[in-house]
């Protein structure tokens, strides 16, 4: 079997958006360059996830290689947002000695492509294939390697206008949910308050949100309607126009 081979060049980076207990988190990994002749911890940060591409694949397929390498899965909805170029973007002192134990030339430059993904973190299990990876809430990301920071940024500006014009908030639910639960995510992304009426008002005209004959169970208040989102019938639907401008 031929060896793959890395492209020096050019990567991936994925802001891995879930959602959990009406919050929006970010999937990140520990970065750790330990000192090799005394084995002590020289720092500790995070990173997103990420990699260079391989020559023989293409970029979507280097994204989707990362994200299933971190997920398990490979069927969950993902978006290229950016190209991220500047000269400057590996130049942190951290950065670069990262670079140099690694054995690569931090003066080298390097061009990120950025994807976003939204999956529920509901019953997902963070695989662990190159170090640890955790769910970091968007509130409580410090700073991160690289221009790692810069890349959530521009994913949520790219989340934020997308949401209003398309039905992606939908991956971020179980496939069971409540009209509740679906207006929680919408407010959590875009960063506001959503008025209920006028939410349901718009929700109301979305003929792919199917209401199901069933309810919530083992909760304290008043058991919620359950509804489901139908793929098929936005797929024969999508031409009508879809303005969750708010």
């Known amino acids: 079997?031929?060896?793959r081979i890395l492209n020096d060049y050019i990567s991936v980076d994925c802001v891995i958006f879930g959602y959990n207990d009406n919050e929006l988190q970010?999937?990140?990994?520990?970065?750790?360059?330990t000192k090799e002749s005394t084995k002590e911890i020289e720092f500790t940060d995070l990173t997103l996830t990420g990699n260079h591409i391989y020559e023989d694949e293409t970029i979507e397929d280097a994204a989707y290689r990362v994200l299933?390498?971190?997920t398990g899965l490979d069927n969950v909805y993902l978006e290229q947002f950016k190209a991220f170029a500047h000269p400057?973007?590996?130049?942190?002192?951290?950065?670069r000695k990262w670079l140099i134990h690694d054995g690569r030339d931090p003066e080298q430059r390097i061009v990120s492509i950025g994807f976003f993904?939204?999956?529920?973190t509901r019953n997902i299990i963070v695989e662990s294939k190159c170090g640890?990876?955790?769910?970091?809430?968007?509130?409580?990301?410090g700073e991160l390697a690289f221009d790692h920071n810069q890349i959530v940024e521009e994913a949520l500006k790219a989340l934020r206008s997308k949401i209003?014009?398309?039905?992606?908030?939908f991956e971020l639910l179980p496939e069971k949910f409540t009209l509740t639960e679906l207006q929680h995510v919408y407010e959590v992304i875009l960063g506001t308050e959503l008025d209920k009426r006028n939410f349901r008002k718009k929700i109301g005209r979305m003929k792919y949100l199917v209401p199901l004959d069933e309810k919530?169970?083992?909760?304290?208040?008043?058991?919620?309607?359950?509804?489901m989102f139908s793929r098929d019938v936005y797929e024969k639907t999508r031409k009508e126009m879809f303005d969750f401008t708010v």
């Open 1 to 3: 079997m031929t060896n």
């Open 26 to 33: 970010v999937l990140l990994v520990e970065r750790t360059l």
């Open 68 to 70: 299933y390498d971190r």
């Open 88 to 95: 400057n973007r590996l130049k942190k002192e951290k950065d």
């Open 117 to 120: 993904s939204l999956i529920s």
């Open 132 to 141: 640890i990876a955790k769910w970091v809430p968007l509130s409580e990301i």
């Open 164 to 169: 209003k014009h398309e039905p992606i908030g």
């Open 216 to 227: 919530q169970k083992g909760v304290a208040h008043k058991p919620a309607r359950l509804y």
